[in-house]
């Protein structure tokens, strides 16, 4: 609504502009209803009527704006299955560090008209100097997203003007690293690290989800009150469109299970609200923000005294350690340690061998050191593990005690019979 007025305020002339003041006035007090879109505002929603005739001239939107209704999936409400609702949050970054301020003659590429932009325009923005070379295909990508949906399903104009062949080429594949066993625990015992970022290391470590479902996982996708103390994970919705479900590790569904009793959300297994207090604004029962995960990552492994140097080296063949490549290193360790390829595509959603071919040398090569697998989850976190200890405690102290009191055999011979034990159940295997 302040987007109405403000668009009519300044289309106003001085004369107008006395009775929008007070028809905004009377909306803050409730004695008038929301005003009506300025025709130009009309204009625009009507280029997007599925009902209009094609014969009709459509109504033209700039590039920012059309570019707006995509990445907060507008476009996908209006013609759904025919374009994909997803999370475009580096989408519209990226638009605002490198596309819509980008000046080409007298006006910004935001304030371009759709059927004006062509395809100068798009060259003038790969060639800024201040766009980084590894973010060109991605811009690229944006700008004809953009203008081939304007073309269809939207019909704002007659032809995207890319041809075939305009995007640029991939970006080489560069070298990637992961975690070996003996870091992830560095990682968990390492206490100065909020104790739900090291829950969701642990976790991304040994089930290998995507991020975002992870750092969006909720209680209702986890089963965990299992006899045997198992867990399963579902998840509705994945990135390649699927579901996806599977039996947890007993340790990570051992860690969950405790990690459950301290969570401050009943919603998320990672809410904000579990992070340490901030000062700037209040906590909400929110997933945690990931964003600037790596650095933090990274600067964690050098507290714990991790300084294997290819994890933090960056050169034109190597990045260094990305909160993504947690996922790697379960892709890596769990091929060295002779899981099939179904069980690890079932955890990580990869949906053709290629994907995967990428990782099997490093498992190869990790399989021959004999590293093994991560340490189970609710053992390697020490607030985790004191819980055992913990529970060890309690059991002894509700023991029979020796003295002159009737024993198991309810004789009085001042002597106690030790209660008989039942042996535990076998371990799970790890590996």
Known sequence: MAQTFCRQAADSTASRLAGILTLLDGVIDGTEQEAPPAPAERLRVNALDPTRSNASPPAMMTFGEFAELWTTNELARRYRRRIKEIDHTENRRRLKNHILSVKFGNQTIGDTLLNEFTLDHADHVLAQPRLPEGSLRQVAQIMHRVLRLAEYPARLIERSPFPGGWLPESNPLK???????????????????????????????????????????????LLLDFEDGGGYLCLDHTKNGRDANWALDPGTAEALRRWKKICPSKTYVFPELALPQA????????????????DELRAWLRECGVDRPKLFERNEHRIPLRAHDLRASFVTLALA?????????????????AMLNRYRRDAESIAELNLGWFVPLQKAIPEFA????????DASAELPETGSRTNMDGNMDGSSRAPSSHPNPPPHNHQ
């Open 279 to 294: 000062r700037r604004r209040p906590l909400r029962d929110r997933p945690m923000h990931v964003s600037h995960f790596s």
């Open 386 to 393: 004191e819980l055992d200890l913990q529970e060890q405690s």
């Open 175 to 221: 070298a990637r690293s992961y975690l070996f066993p003996s870091e992830d625990s560095a990682l968990m015992r390492h206490t100065a690290i909020p104790l739900v970022k090291r829950v969701y290391i642990g976790v991304a470590h040994r089930e290998g989800p995507r991020r975002g479902n992870l750092v969006t996982l909720t209680w209702s996708c």
């Open 337 to 353: 340690n002779g899981r099939s390829e179904a069980w690890v595509t079932m955890r990580t959603g990869h949906t053709t061998s």
